[in-house]
C-alpha cells in the first residue's frame, strides 16, 4: 500500500514567484509522487495569487468552518488548483483578514506583517481541520518553511488523539529565506489550542523570534531536513543536538532520491 505524504508548503511557484522554498514546494511533491507515494499539498493562499490565472475555486464542502486565535473567530476558506502539467492537487488556505489583499511575510514598505505569527497559527490550524474533513491519513507530514513550524506542535499536541493523526511522522525542512522580526509577546498566547498550552513554550524567548519558531518546530519533529543551502547555522546545532534523524543539504538538483530514503527511513522507526 503506498505511504502518504501530506506536503505543507509555504511557497509553491506557479503560484509565488520562483526561489529555493518555492521551486521545492513544487518539485518534491511531483519528484514523491512519481516514486509511487500518495500526496497531498497544501499552501497558504497569499493575497498576490492571481486566482484567475490559477483557475483556483472555492471547495464549499471543506469550507465555513471557524477558527478561534486571540478570542476573535477567523472564517476558514478552502480552495483548490492543480499544478500546469505536473497536474498536482494543491489546497489553498484562505482568510480575508489574515490573506485577502496581502502578500507574504512582508507589506509593501517592506515591514513584515504584525501578525505573522497569528497567520501561521491559523494556516496550521486550517490545514490540520481540513486533512481531518478529507478523511486522508498521512503517513507523514512535511512541513517546508516558517509559516508551517507550528504544525509539529500542534500534531503531537491538540491532535495526537485524532485519528488523521496519531501514527504520523513529522519532518520539518528548514530554508536559507528567515524573518527579520520577532512575532511578540502575545504568540505564546495565540498559540494555545487544546492540549497545546502556552507553558509548553516557556522554554522559548517571549519575543518569540525566528530561532524561537525554529526550535520549536525542531523540538516536536521527528526529523529535520537542510533543504536550504545557507540554512540558519544555529537550528541546524540545534536540531544536531536533539538525537533525531537529520538530513544535510543534497543540493539543489537530483536530490529526490535523498528525500525518498530519509522519508523511508522515518516511516520504517517506531
Not at 54 to 78: A, F, K, Y
Not at 174 to 198: I, W, Y
Amino acid at each position: 500500500m503506498s505511504k502518504k505524504v501530506l506536503f505543507i508548503n509555504q511557497e509553491i511557484t506557479p503560484y509565488v514567484p520562483e526561489s529555493e522554498i518555492s521551486i521545492l514546494g513544487k518539485m518534491l511533491p511531483q519528484a514523491m509522487q512519481e516514486r509511487g507515494y500518495e500526496i497531498r499539498t497544501f499552501m497558504p493562499k497569499w493575497g498576490t495569487i492571481n486566482e484567475r490565472r490559477g483557475q483556483l475555486h472555492e471547495v464549499i464542502r471543506l469550507s465555513g468552518m471557524n477558527l478561534i486565535i486571540d478570542d476573535t473567530d477567523h472564517p476558514l476558506i478552502i480552495k483548490v488548483a492543480s499544478i500546469p502539467v505536473s497536474r498536482i492537487q494543491v489546497y489553498f488556505i484562505d482568510n480575508d483578514d489574515y490573506f485577502q489583499k496581502r502578500k507574504m511575510e512582508e507589506n509593501e514598505q517592506g515591514e513584515e506583517y504584525a501578525d505573522n505569527g497569528e497567520r501561521a497559527i491559523f494556516f496550521a490550524r486550517g490545514v490540520l481541520e481540513t486533512v481531518k474533513k478529507l478523511r486522508w491519513i498521512p503517513d507523514l507530514i512535511v512541513c517546508q518553511g516558517w509559516m508551517s513550524a507550528v504544525v509539529p506542535l500542534y500534531v503531537k499536541t491538540a491532535y495526537h488523539d485524532e485519528p488523521s493523526f496519531a501514527n504520523a511522522k513529522v519532518v520539518t525542512s528548514l530554508f536559507t529565506k528567515q524573518l527579520k522580526s520577532d512575532l511578540g509577546t502575545r504568540f505564546k498566547h495565540c498559540v494555545e489550542f487544546r492540549e497545546a498550552k502556552s507553558s509548553l513554550l516557556s522554554s522559548y524567548s517571549d519575543d518569540f523570534n525566528f530561532v524561537d519558531l525554529g526550535k520549536l518546530a525542531i523540538d516536536f519533529s521527528d526529523g529535520i531536513v537542510e533543504a536550504g543551502s545557507e540554512v540558519n547555522s544555529v537550528l541546524m546545532d540545534y536540531a544536531k543536538s536533539k538525537g533525531i534523524p537529520v538530513m544535510d543539504y543534497p543540493g539543489a538538483e537530483d536530490y529526490a532520491d535523498a528525500y525518498d530514503q530519509f522519508y523511508t527511513r522515518l516511516l520504517e522507526t517506531e
